[in-house]
């Protein structure tokens, strides 16, 4: 069965990453272009992830996972080799409101991480349901390169228009032209 895709606000969610290598640095590079509200419990770090650590004055407890610690969280994404504590971590949060993502093990996720394109306000996501992260990752930088530099200031201007015209089939129209436009000119 396929995911369900979901754009969600994280501004107010907290987040645990369990793990500290270089699946964990990759997965923090993805959350803080969202969240920095994150927490990293690892008994090691790798050196992006300590950066990251350092840099965005995340919270770091170095040590091993305990049970309990999901407490509070409203998502766990657990990047370890240890497939039992991927299962152990699953298997606590059921019945919990906490969503779980266990890398390289969709048995335990509730969620995936799609590639994605991020400008400005505009995210595009691509997935293959875990079928193929190559697949997705080729289709969006296929995506990339054909999204023009300026989508971030027109998309700006669109944001601004929105809150002073009012709602209706006229300002509807009016964004319909403007958009066509701008893919006239852009998307040839």
Known sequence: MSFFPLSMDMKDLKV????GGTIASEKLDKLLDF?????VIANDLSDPVHTYIREYALSFYQRAYKKGDIEGFDMVIIAT???DLHQEIYEESRGESILV????NMKYCDF???????????????STGGASPAFAKHLRQY???????????????MKSLRTTMPKGKDRMAYFDTLVKAYFAKYFK
């Open 16 to 19: 645990l990453l369990v793990g």
């Open 35 to 39: 969240t920095q509200d994150i927490t």
């Open 81 to 83: 080799d240890t497939q």
């Open 101 to 104: 993502n266990s890398v390289d």
């Open 112 to 126: 995936i991480f799609p590639s994605y394109i991020k400008k400005g306000d505009l995210t595009i996501a691509f």
């Open 143 to 157: 995506f990339a390169e054909h999204i023009p530099d300026t989508v971030e200031s027109f998309l700006e201007k």
